[in-house]
């Protein structure tokens, strides 16, 4: 009796405490469900309360458990992502893929692995986004997960699409869409619709484009999607603007404008749009409104690179509405951003080519290790895979070859970059406006403004590409000279001699090959001169090569180098050499330097002719 009185006072009390224990649990297990599903309702409404509804949840819920912990970052990671506040979400992201790790969870891993690369692509980490894609990639192979299969490829689509490798993205996106064809994830069909949509803008095919983005709006209108809608309405409208169709342009840039308004979200892409097509228009007061809205915007995500390119519009149009202050104060806006960007710029362009490798290399890692599998697996295949690895040993040495030589180029476009635009000329030009600015002479100002910033632009854009047009090169060399012209007080006079051939224009030539010896003939030659001097260009055709000669009646390069202490060569010479050496057309070995003497041998200046061969 003493045993059973015994197990009944300890039994039945322990039964109410576990009874009351668990009870709570369960309650609080339904709230926590119950609260996830009202953020997934907010998540495309009213963001900003999905968040803060999160952060109370994670501070309400007591005994929440490791898992629930893992699934509120994960969700306010994705909230901050769709919000395009990347570091934040990289943040959450990071926290949540660490708890599903611990927890085994390689499926919801796997997820926050997607979209940590997704933010880390958008903040131009390349390096870090190809990891954690890759990372993801080998994880849904080993679920053996469509879903999460297809969002890996669509992630590797995105990255490649950044590294301008257009083939390796089709490769990715059609897999995505392959494995997503007979899925019903409206959303993830409506990302792979967009994706798919770009490339086909790359390649100008613009009926294909909209044909893809309609069906891409269509279902983004039936899931009740705003901010999907939003991204969808903006897209058509770029696209009808590289069609040429600007009032249906308008009409879905404004759309996207007013679904931004409706769900309080900050976007400067459509107001960037309709600024451009009022600016193709000649509508100055609509564009300038446009324009001043986006920079607004823009200014306010610390987004210097589209700030600059909205404050080069502003300039133009202050210049077209003849309000010189305002053009002369968006140029200074202007100049202090580009400072700023600069910097990240050019480190940027040097690691461009760098980043690529590494991506490729840790591809050609994955397909080894496959192979290696591969062999584990079926010993009968053996002869093949050396034959194989043979090849990629050989496609990669001769792929490394080719990255070296793109290194190369990438490096020496820094250095043409730097000894094109240097602070010493820029500031001097600078100084030069602003002195005519206050003589009172607006219109002329406001005319060598518009000359400058043309000029930096110029110098900006045609750096990264391997071959402009003779007529771009020609234009850019004019703008240059005037300025020169101003900063000298026309002390020179400048000649250009051309053949009057149209197709000579049109032919392609490396970009600013001249501009180097057109600064040696003035800034070593006729900056010496008061008055009096002549700067002469001559382009003529010479069979299948271009003909080019800079002469110049300075005080001669000789007397200058034993002046300045130089040797064999002036300013840029050495890296103009070296980019003729590239071609690999034998043109540096036309290069010739040729000291102008008068009867008493007394130098009278200096000629440069050198050939391009374009065939």
């Given at each position: ?12 009390p322990l039964i109410v405490l576990v009874f009351f224990s668990c009870s709570p649990s369960k309650k609080e297990a339904k709230e926590f469900t119950e609260t996830i599903n009202a953020i997934d309702s907010l998540t495309q409404k009213d963001a900003l309360k999905a968040i803060s509804l999160l952060d109370s949840t994670q501070l309400n819920f007591s005994n ?298 840790k591809e050609v890692d994955l397909a080894y290790q496959k192979q290696l599998n591969i062999k584990n697996n079926w010993l009968y295949g053996i002869l093949v895979l050396v034959l194989l690895l043979l090849l990629i040993l050989v496609a990669t040495y001769f792929y490394a070859s080719k990255l070296k030589a793109a290194n190369k180029a990438s490096a020496l ?203």
């Open positions: 009796m003493n045993y059973s009185l015994l197990f009944k006072l300890f039994f039945y929440i458990t490791p898992e629930q912990e893992a699934l509120l970052y994960f969700k306010k990671g994705e909230l901050y992502y769709i919000n395009n506040l990347y570091t934040e979400a990289i943040t959450e992201q990071q926290n949540a893929s660490d708890l599903f790790l611990n927890q085994q969870d390689i499926y919801n891993n796997t997820r926050s692995l997607i979209t940590l690369s997704a933010a880390n692509l958008r903040l131009e980490n390349v390096e870090k986004a190809q990891e954690y894609a890759l990372e993801a990639l080998h994880n849904a192979e080993k679920l053996n997960n469509k879903r999460l299969l297809a969002k890996a490829n669509n992630q590797l689509f995105q990255l490649h699409y950044t590294l301008e490798d257009y083939p390796k993205a089709m490769q990715f996106i059609q897999e995505a869409n392959h494995i997503f064809s007979d899925q019903k994830d409206t959303v993830s069909i409506i990302s792979i619709n967009n994706n798919i949509a770009a490339l086909y803008l790359k390649e100008k095919e613009f009926n294909k484009a909209l044909t893809t983005y309609q069906e891409s709006l269509k279902l983004g209108q039936h899931i009740k999607a705003p901010q999907t809608i939003v991204k969808i309405l903006n897209n058509i409208g770029y696209t009808y603007i590289e069609a040429k169709k600007y009032a249906l342009a308008i009409k879905f840039l404004k759309g996207a404008i007013q679904v931004n308004k409706n769900i309080s979200a900050i976007n400067g892409a459509p107001h960037k749009g309709l600024g451009y097509v009022y600016f193709i228009q000649n509508d100055i007061l609509n564009s300038q409104e446009s324009y001043t809205e986006a920079l607004r915007i823009y200014k306010q995500d610390k987004n210097i690179p589209e700030q600059i390119q909205i404050l080069d519009k502003l300039i133009t149009l202050a210049i077209k509405a003849e309000d010189s202050s305002q053009a002369l104060y968006y140029q200074i806006l202007r100049d202090e951003l580009q400072v700023t960007h600069q910097a990240k710029e050019k480190e940027r362009l040097l690691h461009f080519a760098t980043i690529k490798y590494k991506a490729k290399k476009e820094q250095r043409v970059l730097r000894a094109q635009m240097n602070p010493h000329f820029i500031f001097n030009t600078l100084a030069a406006i602003q002195n005519i600015t206050l003589d009172r002479d607006p219109l002329k100002a406001s005319n060598y403004i518009s000359k400058f910033s043309k000029l930096i632009r110029q110098n900006f854009d045609y750096v990264r590409k391997e071959e402009i047009s003779l007529e771009q090169e020609i234009s850019m060399l004019e703008n240059y000279i005037e300025t020169q012209q101003l900063r000298f007080h026309h002390s020179f006079t400048y000649t250009l001699i051309l053949e009057d051939d149209a197709a000579l224009r049109n032919l392609k030539v490396p970009p600013m090959l001249l501009q180097p010896f057109l600064e040696n003939a003035i800034e070593y030659g006729l900056k010496e001169r008061p008055s009096g001097g002549l700067l002469e260009v001559q382009i003529k055709k010479e069979n299948n090569a271009l003909y080019f000669m800079i002469t110049d009646n300075g005080t001669g390069r000789s007397n200058q180098a034993k002046r300045l202490q130089h040797t064999t060569e002036l300013h840029a010479t050495g890296i103009f050499l070296e980019r003729l050496k590239l071609r690999k057309k034998g043109e540096e070995k036309t290069f010739a330097i040729e000291d102008l003497h008068d009867v008493n041998g007394q130098a009278i200046g200096t000629k440069v002719s050198f050939k391009i061969y374009y065939t």
